[in-house]
Structure formats: structure tokens, C-alpha cells
């Protein structure tokens, strides 16, 4: 009798057990689907270039010598294109008319030479590579792979990344993009570590990239070493009308 009772506790078990184990499986599904739509509508910015939104972006640059890069710019759609870009600080201060003269032949050579870009062939997270890896605390965790405009396709071979999914907010809060190995994005320049950490927020019920921040370091022509953190900061978001 109690050989048959422990034979039916057992069944019992192991019907439970199966049974949560596929209401996870199913859950994740739910997740990943989930995730999926949302990837498909973050506003990436300067990751993937849109004239959709305006933003004002903060960037900073440091190469470890002590001496900090720092700059805040406006891009605005909504404006005449030779004022689209404007330059709102630099160094901490308020730009001089010398640097602000600059700045527009800048913005206006960058207008005029460089190519239009195809945002509708660009995946930073290319969709059929998506998979559920684990749950960590709120987090649903999921790897894939990147194509990150900068690198040609021979370079992102070298990228893998990870999604976090925030499940108590349902939605995606951050990615982390890394290199597993040495990659040359051009001549006479190696990177022997890239690491690039990305947060998501929800903006009046759009998800927006808010931070961007790249750790990197390697060599460039043979003497030249580099080891540097840049950080991009965005916020003040506007649609184009």
C-alpha cells in the first residue's frame, strides 16, 4: 500500500512539474513575441539615423588623459535644414561665435558628403536570432544578434548581445552589445575590447534609446594605443510635424 501511494505522490509530482514547466515555456513564448513588437518601434537615434524625433543629446568623450569631451546638441526636424543641428554647449560652456561658425560648416559639409542612410535594411537586433536565455530577478534575458550600421557585415559577425525585458514594466530597458573577439574596422586599427551598454525608457508611451555608452580600446597604426568611454544622453524628445 504505501509502495502504491508513493508511486501515485510521484505521478502527482511529476505532472505538476511538467505542467509548470510548460507554463513557463508558453510564458516566454508570450515574452519573446512581445518583445519583438516593442524592438521593432524603439526610436534608436543616433544608432540608426531618423529624421522622426528631435532630441537633445549630451555626449562625452573620455580617452583617460584627464581631459574630459564634453558637448550638448539640438537636433530639431521641425527646422530649415542648415539649422536643424545646433550647438548648445561645449566644454561646459556656452559655444563662442568663432566655434559656433565652425560648427555649421561642420553640420553643412556632413550634409552635402555623406549618403543617405537606409534605415529600413539596418536590424541593431536582427529578429530571427532572438531567443529566451533566463530570468534574472524582473528580468526576462534574451541573446541575439546585432548589425550595427558603423561596422560592415564582416565586423558584426564578431558582436553577440543580450535583452533585458523588464517584466513588472513590460517593456525592453536595456541591451548590451559586446565583441567576442579582435575585429579591424579599418585600416592600420584593431579593437581588442568593445563593449556598448544601451537603456531604453518609455517616453509618453513611446520607447526611446535614452543612454548610449561604449567602452572600447585597442591600437590604431602600430605606436598609437587607444582606451576610451564615450557616452551619448538623450532627452526632450519631439515629433516631427
Known sequence: ???FKSIKLYSALAICMTL???AEVSNNETILAEVKKQVQKIQWHTLNESDAWGFTIETQLDRGNGKLQQRIQRYNPNLELNKQWQLIEQSKKKPSKAILHEYAKTQESIRSSEPPVDIENIDIVYLVTLKFEKNVG?????SFKPRLSMFDEEVNKVFDGKLYFN???NY???LNISASEAFSPGFSVEVEKYDMN???SKVEEELHVTQIESDKSGSAFIFSSFDEIST???SDFVTKR
Open 172 to 174: 525592453i530597458e536595456k
Open 198 to 200: 544601451i537603456e531604453v
Open 232 to 234: 551619448r544622453k538623450f
Open 1 to 3: 500500500m504505501k509502495l
Open 167 to 169: 517584466k513588472s514594466k
Open 138 to 142: 524582473d528580468y526576462a534575458v534574451f
Open 20 to 22: 509548470s514547466a510548460n
